[in-house]
């Protein structure tokens, strides 16, 4: 079956640090990509997506490109704030709009 | 515009009492989800509707858990009886369409069951 799977965390870093998050990815077809973020105490927010392979998701300086060659959908960010700290989870949508989603990693920026 | 809401936020109950979760999705939204989170991984549906039918509920535990959505709008989710394990966050999304497009997430209501 479809599965995700990214990097454990925590994940800490300075101020104005370069953030990658791995995520890979097993499945039939041909998914849909996406970043969730989870900030303390509220729901999950999609940070980006991308719906067929090249493409590239970015918002809010966050980047990642869908990789079928290595399925993979890497999350970047040139340079981390401290309001970037949340718990940031990969995901994949399959054809049957099933969502799975991977186990989540949690960012914490210092100042 | 209002999000995703859910009520309660927090619920403690002990083992083999019953406990129902409320959520109201954003106006428009025919499709609604619940969602299990456990500490430490990332959510797993239990239950997507499409307006008042239940679509996709291969991984609800029937034995214990249910979910209504009568009117096509708020849904509610129960367990009866809960058990140790139940303690997790029930979150509720919603999205327009057939389940294709963009979820939004409530703040989820996290169960403790002692």
């Known amino acids: 079956g479809n599965s995700v799977t990214q990097m454990e965390g925590p994940v800490t870093l300075s101020e104005e640090a370069f953030l990658t998050i791995n995520c890979t990815y097993t499945a039939t077809g041909y998914p849909s990509l996406f970043w969730y973020v989870q900030y303390p105490g509220e729901g999950l927010q999609l940070l980006l997506k991308?719906?067929?392979?090249?493409d590239k998701g970015s918002n809010k300086g966050f980047e990642a490109t869908y990789r079928k060659e290595t399925t993979s959908f890497h999350l970047e960010k040139g340079s981390v704030q401290v309001s970037d700290s949340a718990v940031y989870f990969c995901?994949?949508?399959?054809?049957?709009?099933?969502?799975?989603f991977g186990t989540g990693t949690r960012l914490k920026v210092l100042a | 515009e209002a999000g995703v809401v859910q009520s309660p936020r927090y619920k403690i109950i002990e083992k083999k009492q019953p406990v129902a979760f409320w959520c109201n999705p954003i106006s428009g939204h025919n499709t609604l989800y619940w969602y299990l989170q456990n500490l430490g991984q990332g959510p797993e549906l239990l239950i997507r509707?499409?307006?008042?039918?239940?679509?996709?509920d291969s991984q609800l535990p029937k034995d214990r858990f249910s979910a209504e959505r009568l009117k096509g709008v708020d849904s509610t989710l129960k367990i009866q009886p809960a058990e140790l394990g139940d303690s997790a966050v029930y979150l509720c999304?919603?999205?327009f369409g057939q389940g294709g497009n963009e979820q939004f997430f409530g703040p989820g209501t996290r169960l403790t069951v002692l």
């Open positions: 999304a919603s999205s």
């Open positions: 991308a719906t067929k392979a090249d």
């Open positions: 509707y499409e307006n008042e039918e239940a679509v996709d």
């Open positions: 995901a994949l949508k399959g054809g049957t709009y099933k969502y799975i």
